[in-house]
């Protein structure tokens, strides 16, 4: 069978390329140094194309994909991706949300420190002019001060939690997330944007669309406090500039810190012109680390996506996601994954799906049904299977299709559970998301466990007796197989086991034969998520 596709368009840390090179499953191309007309002939038998900004995801590059099935665009922004037309040619699209977020905030308490303290402007005049005059640079301390964060997600959280270590008051406004998620970290929350515009200091961490565009312009800049100082490490136009240059040449807007503009490179933007704004080009996602965070998460969306597994963080999803919170997609993307991960522990032909689901997330439980469709039918459809088409395939090969809002029984707030039946066996899953986005399965087949989906998994299953764990540890050493994890499930009264063994590299058949001849074994299986 012909290997899936990878092609990556644009350059990214050469962890993520090892990752994908690694794989024997996938076919990877580096394009990063053709030209974009070239690139156009070869996306255009490639199943998945990794981007970053260079790449135009354009009406020229999906004609030319005539049978690409997602693409990642390996950083947070999209703006160069038509998501619309994607979506027409039944794209997937998927960013990489997460991977930069620690970069962003202390990009961003560099600004505000630098803005408080005017820090450039007096290294400047040491260093370059030669110039020790201190009484020149009395700055202002951000203990005591009231911070008003517009944006509450991955970065604006861990910003109010850094100032809060400051000493500071934090005021945030974010009508899409609930009031505890502030409160629990000891944050004010408001749903009065104007109370935001009363605060020392702002701060803004949304994306950029149409209802964020020019968010702060002249009307919210003349209610604001006298001297108040406003930072930007978001994206650019957010803050309207003509407004932001004249309320900082005015002195109304005593420092503004900007990392992103309109438009960029912003070399002759006027903001630049003035002595009282702090300015990088665009550095949000600029360290070391944030680089290798997105080239791997990148790689590992490609190859989750290239082998039909899940499509994490996609924007297109089937349903209408202005009317789902934001904790729903998480669980959708764990849901298809489970679904794979059902079908590849019993591979046979499918009989029925069965989901059911407990917690908030139990209203969502037809969606996670598609998702776990998708998931356990990818490799064994024998056509083109999407998040339209799931249920209808499925009811042509006869596989009943179930889903049930269960009654909170478990210790979790949000639980979802497969059963997934075929002419051979039956398998059951149950998986949860704790904290920032933590995918964890949580039992399988009877089995509490403590796992995440990811990577290279051995299942054993083995007769409860002593010595059992030492005998697998030996032949994955003798066969040059390291475990990165290993969990053991047991089901009270004794009886079974099962060890979930996370792996840094695959095991090859030899070495599951030779696990499988062990006296104490029942049975096992590998699995590549």
């Known amino acids: 069978m012909k290997k899936p596709k990878i092609v990556v368009c644009d350059h990214i840390h050469k962890a993520g390329l090892q990752m994908l090179k690694d794989d024997p499953e996938i076919e990877a191309v580096e394009a990063a140094d053709i030209d974009k007309i070239s690139l156009l002939d070869v996306i255009a038998d490639a199943d998945i194309a990794i981007t970053r900004s260079s790449t135009d995801i354009d009406t020229k590059f999906i004609s030319a994909a005539k049978n690409m099935k997602a693409v990642v665009r390996a950083g947070v922004g999209v703006d160069n991706v038509d998501i619309d037309g994607c979506s027409q040619e039944g794209i997937i699209v998927m960013n990489v949300p997460t991977a930069n977020t620690i970069a962003a905030v202390e990009l961003t308490m560099t600004h505000m420190l630098s803005c408080m303290r005017m820090f450039v402007y007096s290294h400047d005049h040491l260093k370059n002019q030669r110039i020790w005059k201190r009484e020149k640079w009395y700055g202002r301390e951000l203990k005591g001060k009231k911070l008003g964060i517009i944006g509450f997600g991955n970065i604006g959280s861990r910003v109010g939690v850094r100032c809060k270590a400051f000493e500071m008051d934090v005021l945030t406004y974010d009508p899409y997330i609930p009031a505890s998620k502030a409160t629990d970290l000891g944050v004010e929350y408001t749903e009065c944007f104007d109370d935001i515009l009363s605060c020392d200091i702002i701060t803004i961490h949304t994306p950029k669309n149409q209802e964020t565009i020019d968010m702060i312009g002249a009307s919210e800049i003349s209610k604001m406090r006298d001297g108040v100082v406003l930072i930007n490490c978001a994206r650019g136009g957010l803050y309207n500039e003509d407004a932001l240059y004249e309320a900082l040449k005015s002195g109304k807007v005593a420092f503004a810190g900007i990392d992103v503009f309109v438009k960029e490179p912003a070399v002759d933007n006027k903001l630049l012109d003035l002595d009282n704004i702090i300015v990088s080009p665009h550095l949000g996602a600029n360290t070391v680390e944030s680089q290798y965070n997105i080239g791997v998460q990148a790689a590992a969306q490609a190859i989750e996506a290239a082998k039909g597994i899940a499509y994490p963080n996609a924007f297109n999803l089937p349903i209408d996601e202005s009317k789902i919170p934001p904790f729903v997609k998480p669980y959708l993307d764990l849901a298809q994954k489970i679904g794979f991960m059902a079908s590849e522990l019993n591979r046979a032909q499918v009989v029925s799906i069965k989901v059911s689901a407990e917690g908030d997330i139990s209203s969502y439980v037809e969606s996670l049904l598609t998702f776990v469709t998708v998931g356990a039918l990818a490799d064994k459809s024998g056509e083109t299977l999407n998040y339209v088409n799931a249920t209808f395939v499925a009811e042509q090969k006869g596989i009943e299709l179930e889903s049930t809002e269960a009654s909170s029984t478990s210790v ?118």
């Open 412 to 529: 979790y707030k949000n639980l979802i559970s497969v059963k997934l039946t075929t002419q051979k066996s039956v398998v059951n899953i149950s998986a949860t998301i704790f904290d920032d986005s933590v995918q964890r399965i949580v039992r399988i087949n009877g089995f509490d466990l403590d796992i995440e989906p990811k990577g290279n998994l051995i299942l054993f299953r083995n007769s409860d007796t002593p010595g059992v764990i030492g005998k697998v540890g030996k032949i994955l050493a003798d066969h040059d197989v390291n475990i990165a994890d290993f969990r053991l499930g047991r089901r009270s009264g004794g009886g079974t086991a099962l060890a979930v063994i996370i792996t840094d590299s695959a095991a090859d058949e030899n070495t599951l034969n030779k696990l499988a001849s062990l006296d104490e074994c029942v049975g096992v299986d590998a699995i590549r998520l």
